[in-house]
């Protein structure tokens, strides 16, 4: 059973970098053929995709995100990893990880930035 | 890339049948049939209802169903249970590697 859990900081100033990680369980990124990806929800609002990275190191971001987000994967810990730079208050929002484009997700981890 | 535009709501009774609409481009929707939907129970995480247009995972009911006509994706729920009352998702393929979500759709069982 595939199982991703979400870790990181809950409080990010603004100006700063959001990191968070997605460690996965009960599947293995490597030997998968599957992207792994970020999403978004701000409180009380709609969904958002941040973007993904496949085991090979291949990624593919939002458009109105990319300058400022980089996705990585770790596959001897077998988790992949969220960095966004140059927060501000618009990025507070839960943030998932998912295998597939959304087969599984996460629990979720709320991040705000404030100061 | 905008987001695809769903109803900010939907109702029905218990049994009945509710379909959420989902509307986006030839650049998404249209152009390619990789449409999902998700289903959100408050303070939960979503959860993959179809994927591919009209395809269910194992375990969904198949009182879930989807479609796909022009640039307008449906999700139907037949036979409503107030377990359905949720917010719902659809995405799309956007081409070039992208993904878009809509705005989500409330559905209440009343």
């Known amino acids: 059973q595939v199982q991703l859990q979400e870790s990181g900081p809950g409080l990010v100033k603004p100006s700063g970098t959001l990191s968070l990680t997605c460690v996965v369980s009960?599947?293995?990124?490597?030997?998968?053929?599957?992207?792994w990806s970020w999403v978004r929800q701000p409180p009380g609002k709609g969904l958002e995709w941040i973007g993904e990275i496949y085991h090979t190191g291949s990624t593919n971001y939002n458009p109105s995100l990319k300058s400022r987000v980089t996705i990585s994967v770790d596959k001897s810990k077998n988790q992949f990893s969220l960095k966004l730079s140059s927060v501000t208050a618009a990025d507070t929002a839960v943030y998932y990880c998912?295998?597939?484009?959304?087969?599984?997700w996460g629990q979720g981890t709320l991040v705000t930035v404030s100061s | 890339q905008s987001a695809l535009t769903q109803p900010p709501s939907a109702s029905g009774s218990p049994g009945q049948s509710v379909t959420i609409s989902c509307t986006g481009t030839?650049?998404?929707?249209?152009?390619?049939?990789?449409v999902s939907w998700y289903q959100q129970h408050p303070g939960k995480a979503p959860k993959l209802m179809i994927y591919e247009v009209s395809k269910r995972p194992s375990g969904v009911p198949d009182r879930f169903s989807g479609s796909k006509s022009g640039n307008t994706a449906s999700l139907t729920v037949s036979g409503l249970q107030t377990e359905d009352e949720a917010d719902y998702y659809c995405s799309s393929y956007a081409g070039s590697n992208n993904l878009v979500f809509g705005g989500g759709t409330k559905v209440t069982v009343l």
């Open positions: 998912t295998r597939a484009r959304g087969w599984n």
């Open positions: 009960g599947y293995s990124i490597s030997s998968s053929s599957n992207w």
């Open positions: 030839s650049s998404d929707v249209g152009g390619y049939n990789y």
